[in-house]
């Protein structure tokens, strides 16, 4: 029932900047922590973001400062701005929700960052 679909991967220079979306069906993201996980070929899938419903953010040390998560509770959507990207940035992108013990993912979007 609870489903989320990500979007807005792609391809980027080094640098550059690139946003996630994360539409959620079945669930409101304001009742459950939502977040970003990542996941690169031959490397343990990593938490990137996250926020609670009390609006509280949660960032990876690697990300802090250039990624910024938000929530859009009209759209019932979780972003994930990305700036200054680097190559090691490259990585598939997972929406992530949690409630009650529940945990929820995305099929994941393919952000590749190139030189």
């Known amino acids: 029932q609870v489903q989320l679909v990500e979007s807005g991967g792609g391809l980027v220079q080094a640098g550059g900047s690139l946003r996630l979306s994360c539409a959620a069906s079945g669930s409101t993201v304001s009742s459950g922590t939502m977040g970003w996980y990542r996941q690169a070929p031959g490397n343990q899938r990593e938490l990137v973001a996250t926020?609670?419903?009390?609006?509280?953010?949660n960032y990876a040390g690697f990300v802090k400062g250039r990624f910024t998560i938000s929530r859009d509770n009209a759209k019932n959507t979780v972003g994930l701005q990305m700036n200054s990207l680097k190559l090691e940035d490259t990585a598939v992108y997972y929406c992530?929700?949690?409630?009650?013990?529940?945990?929820?993912w995305g099929q994941g979007t393919q952000v590749t960052v190139s030189s």
């Open positions: 992530y929700r949690r409630h009650w013990g529940n945990v929820y």
């Open positions: 926020i609670t419903p009390g609006g509280t953010t």
